[in-house]
């Protein structure tokens, strides 16, 4: 894999829309029967809702947490855009115009001696509106809670945290944390207290900060196991991260939240976003982890991707073009 070498963005945070967006996003929209139906339907053409790959000696599984339905879609994506011009993209891609499905895909990775988790979805505070369910996929792939030895943080947004926690004890009770350094000191840091990112701080606090002690914090370049190296992709957040896996010569990057739309932010990926916390930071990490993805031909896994989230990308025009994976991983 490449160095990405994205370390070198300061670890700003913009506007307090931007840098709650994310939970605001789970917070709001239409809760929806819409999501859960396009949900249930994917989950239906894979199974107990999980989608199993190879790479190389390792087994990879996308596990569907769950969905949720939003609706005026320009006030999260594009939105330094005209609505029109937003639209004009939705329509062009067979899209609503105003109305989408934002799905939640943790990843696990099982190398032979490890099992590792990749976000932990909603958990408890999701089940209302139907996800919460990494529980049920880890079981359709044989796996329980106890059997995970690691859970790796992408970052620290309620949605990939949310399920670290059940009934206010570790739902993985063995497993050691990996979390970007860089990341966890800026959700922890009492600077957060009385701005708009107290919250989440908060949120942080209760879920994750009790966990450290168990916890190993990564740079750019380290190495959560060898095959699995961090790369610091800020600009969704300060300290987010992105993995790159290699096995046997195969290679998969899990792209975490660097682009959460598979038409908004990969076919336009200088615009805005609203959940972005360094919009223009977000920005150019997006052109420079999918300049890369595009040039070497190899899939990813994004967490927000419509389930199953692993597919290709080409450049075309101004930004990429997603393109599905079908039976790469199967053969």
């Not at 999501?35 to 339907?41: L, N, R, S």
Request: glycine share 12%; with cysteine.
């Amino acid at each position: 894999m490449k160095n990405l070498g994205l370390n070198r963005r300061s670890l700003m945070v913009g506007t307090a829309a931007g840098v709650l967006a994310a939970p605001a996003l789970i917070a709001g929209g239409r809760t929806a029967e819409a999501a859960m139906a396009a949900d249930d339907a994917a989950g239906s053409m894979m199974g107990e809702g999980i989608r199993p790959l190879k790479v190389g000696s390792f087994r990879v599984t996308v596990i569907r947490d769950g969905a949720r339905a939003g609706d005026k879609i320009n006030e999260t994506f594009g939105t330094d855009q005209p609505k029109e011009e937003v639209a004009k993209l939705l329509r062009e891609n067979f899209l609503p115009e105003d109305q989408f499905v934002n799905s939640f895909s943790p990843v696990l990775v099982e190398t032979g001696s490890e099992k590792i988790l990749f976000d932990t979805g909603m958990g408890e505070m999701g089940q209302s509106f139907g996800a919460g369910r990494l529980v049920d996929g880890l079981a359709a792939a044989g796996v329980k809670p106890e059997d995970i030895t690691t859970v790796v943080l992408t970052h620290l947004h309620p949605d990939h945290f949310g399920g670290l926690m059940k009934g206010g004890e570790p739902a993985f009770p063995k497993a050691r944390y990996v979390i970007g350094e860089a990341e966890y000191g800026f959700w922890t840091s009492t600077d957060r207290k009385g701005t708009p990112a107290e919250k989440n701080h908060d949120m942080v606090m209760q879920a994750v900060a009790p966990l450290a002690e168990k916890a190993t914090f990564l740079k750019e370049g380290d190495a959560v196991v060898p095959g699995i190296t961090a790369m610091l992709a800020p600009g969704h957040t300060p300290g987010h991260l992105i993995f790159g896996l290699e096995s046997e010569g195969r290679k998969l990057m899990l792209t975490a939240d660097t682009c959460n739309h598979y038409v908004l932010s990969l076919q336009r990926p200088d615009w805005e976003v609203r959940f972005d916390a360094d919009k223009a930071g977000a920005a150019a990490t997006r052109k420079k982890v999918f300049d890369m993805i595009a040039t070497d031909r190899i899939a990813f896994i994004g967490y927000h991707m419509p389930f199953p989230a692993v597919g290709f990308v080409e450049k075309s025009g101004p930004g990429y073009r997603f393109v599905p994976a079908s039976y790469q991983f199967d053969i």
